[in-house]
């Protein structure tokens, strides 16, 4: 059997002490005996460093281990995974030079490998087994306990039948599991690393995250928050949270682990690794939000377009290691690297006939754009965070049938209405996709044939979620787009929508200190103000505004006819 681990300096009679180690067994119903404790320490004291082997559950010995005086190095697995809820099957057995306790890096190795046990066993000065701490992993608890730890004892005193108890264990496991299968969606934990910045903005990011996991159906477990001086920059976490982390991850049968921060490929890979789960971050969550609300043909594109953008930087970090293996030749050429390449060529085959089409797609519309302005026809264009309520305003502002929902990015494609003012005046009015802080630039520039209708816009409603905390950062992050696509020099009106969820002239007074109006789409207050001052502004250059103010029959409540318009 091989032999992992630190074997330099030692001698042919200990190295052959090692290997008849392999030929071991126990019976499954015992942890550890005291034969093996004992020729375990013995050859512990005989060569100064920890010894160990990995246990299966028929008793069998699968693995020998030495390390050095302080520590040990369990094999690499790889990407072999234990089952949903399960443990591995393997229990890790070693010792330690001095009658210590188990280490921060024992317990470490319990979570990240999901072993049934760990069992360090203490070496005295002559030799001899000294105290047996064993650890084990517990399933979801209400004090939250991550562990287990026995109380140590000498191992001949260890009074476990390790077959009944393991079963019982992974019975609770199995339980845990069939509770959360009759639920919907897949189960995640969401990360927040933060360095430099306030609680107050971390809460807001971390609150903002929970919502689009909801917006995508993924239900949230957990939140886990940690503000650093300065993000690792191979994990984000810190060594001791990461342990957590995984701990967590494993009590609450998760599927995914989602991070507010955008990764790396390395960082996402490296994260992977260690938790042994799907890891994605907040673009790739905001993508596959994108990716289930789009509906229509153009939509859907330029979706599939932001996501192989997202994902070739990502081929390499995602290639399975198993093919490297079989390269054998200099420099790992081979199966492995001809399928990257494969993969790589594939993708960006694919992005080049994508961007064709949009590109159809974009001079389509601007020659639509031209129609509209033969026409002499402005254009209103609903701008603002993603969930501020947009579409809810322009089913409201035209009285017609918007998909409305209460989900960010629940709108991606266009919509356009035609609102008739008084005076035989009209415009047409858009809604597209909502913004949101750190949008990924893929995604803008996937959708820049969509966006170009809001540069294009002669007056745009930039609308506001009033009862949001984090509302000037909002606005901020729209402006941040906008000036992006060459919008911000676009004049705007700045709405500050759900006045509703706010005492009686809360939303007003932040409106007037921002310059802005206050309303309320849902119960059609403040329409108004707010097509008044659109009024003025759309048509004051040509000096028809001043007839615009005392109509408020065709003002308030929209009372004038208003037909749709599929432009």
């Known amino acids: 059997m091989q032999i992992f681990g630190n074997t330099n300096g030692l001698k042919a009679s200990q190295v ?3 290997e008849r180690l392999g030929r071991r067994r126990l019976a499954p119903e015992q942890l550890v005996t005291q034969e093996l404790a004992r020729f375990l320490t013995e050859l512990t004291h005989e060569i100064g460093r920890q010894v160990g082997v990995l246990v299966d559950r028929r008793g069998a010995v699968t693995h020998v281990m030495v390390g050095d005086a302080h520590s040990i190095s369990l094999p690499d697995w790889g990407r072999m995974r234990a089952g949903r809820g399960r443990l591995r099957g393997l229990r890790c057995i070693h010792t330690h030079v001095d009658d210590e306790p188990l280490t921060r890096d024992d317990l470490t190795d319990l979570a990240l490998l999901r072993l049934d046990a760990m069992v360090a066993i203490g070496t005295q000065q002559d030799g001899l087994p000294g105290l047996a701490h064993v650890a084990s992993l517990r399933p979801a608890n209400a004090d939250g306990t991550a562990v287990d730890l026995m109380r140590p004892v000498p191992p001949a005193q260890l009074q476990l039948d390790f077959r009944e108890w393991i079963g019982a264990l992974e019975e609770e496991l199995a ?26 903005e971390a809460e807001g990011q971390i609150a903002e995250l929970k919502e689009l996991a909801r917006s995508a159906g993924v239900k949230v477990v957990e939140l886990v928050t940690q503000q650093r001086s300065r993000v690792d920059r191979r ?6 949270r990461l342990e957590d982390l995984v701990v967590r991850a494993f009590q609450q049968d998760v599927d995914l682990v989602i991070f507010d921060q955008n990764l790396t490929p390395a960082q996402a890979r ?22 289930q609300h789009a509906r229509t043909r153009d939509g859907k594109l330029q979706v599939e377009l932001a996501q192989l953008r997202y994902r070739l930087p990502r081929l390499a970090q995602r290639a399975d290691l198993s093919l490297s293996k079989l390269a054998g030749g200099i420099g790992g050429r081979g199966p492995g690297e001809q399928k990257l390449e494969v993969d790589r060529r594939r993708t960006r085959d694919r992005i080049r006939r994508l961007e064709r089409e949009l590109e159809k797609l974009r001079r389509q519309r601007s020659a ?12 209103l264009s609903i701008v603002g965070y ?32 035609r609102l008739r003012f008084p005076r035989e005046r009209e415009v047409i009015v858009t809604d597209t996709v909502g913004f949101i802080r750190d949008l990924p630039r893929d995604l803008v520039s996937a959708f820049r044939a969509t966006l170009e209708e809001i540069s294009q816009a002669s007056l745009l409603l ?20 906008l000036d992006e696509i060459d919008g911000a020099r676009t004049p705007e009106i700045l709405v500050f929508n759900q006045i509703d969820r706010l005492p009686p002239g809360v939303g007003a007074a932040i409106a007037d200190r921002h310059g802005g109006v206050a309303i309320s789409a849902l119960e059609r207050r403040g329409f108004e103000e707010l097509l008044r001052r659109a ?31 599929g432009g």
């Open 462 to 481: 930039h609308v506001v979620d009033v009862a949001s905390p984090d509302l000037d950062r909002h606005i901020a992050a729209v402006r941040e787009v």
């Open 368 to 379: 639509r754009r031209k129609r509209r302005e033969r026409r002499n026809l402005p254009i």
């Open 16 to 18: 052959r002490q090692l």
């Open 270 to 291: 490296n994260l992977g690794e260690r938790l042994d789960l799907r890891v994605i971050d907040r673009a790739q969550l905001i993508l596959d939000i994108f990716a």
């Open 235 to 240: 994990t984000l976490l810190g060594a001791g």
């Open 535 to 565: 009024a003025e502004m759309l048509w004051e250059s040509q000096g028809e505004a001043n007839g615009t103010g005392g109509q408020k029959n065709g003002l308030d409540g929209n009372r004038a006819a208003i037909s749709a318009h």
């Open 175 to 200: 339980r845990q599991t069939r509770t959360r299968e009759v639920g919907e969606g897949e189960r995640a934990i969401l990360v927040s690393v933060t360095a430099g910045r306030s609680r107050d």
């Open 386 to 417: 993603t969930n501020a309520g947009k579409s809810t305003l322009l089913r409201a502002l035209t009285r017609t049938d918007v998909h409305v929902a209460d989900q960010m990015f629940a709108t991606l494609d266009p919509t356009s209405r």
